[in-house]
């Protein structure tokens, strides 16, 4: 699993008739203090995220294991909107006070 920032939509004309109708996200992999990490990964959004929030995301055979992508081609899945991120008793990231990391 990989914290990611959503950074974009992608918009697909024509694709495999098993991911008609699943929105595909831009998603940043990014460090715990928000910092990029690596390259941008193109993902299927299981959970209607948006722009700009924090997400919890898969990669290879676990992201064919959710509702919406089990036994499609999908490498890449948001499972989870990231609310609350507590370390070693402190929090460290509140979406109600997000500002983009």
């Known amino acids: ?9 992608v918009v697909c004309t024509r694709k495999d008739d098993k991911l008609v109708g699943c929105k595909l996200l831009m998603a940043q992999p990014v460090e715990l203090d928000g910092k990029p990490k690596g390259t941008p990964l193109i993902a299927v959004d ?5 722009e700009g929030e924090l997400v919890l995301l898969v990669q290879g055979s676990s992201a064919r294991q959710t509702s919406r992508t089990e036994s499609n081609p999908v490498d890449c899945a948001i ?15 509140r979406k109600s006070q997000d500002k983009g990391l």
Do not use: H, Y
Request: proline share 0%; charged share 15%; no cysteine.
């Open 46 to 50: 299981t959970v209607g995220a948006g």
């Open 79 to 93: 499972f989870a909107i990231v609310d609350t991120i507590e370390k070693d008793g402190s929090v460290v990231f």
């Open 1 to 9: 699993m990989l914290f990611a920032r959503v950074v974009g939509n």
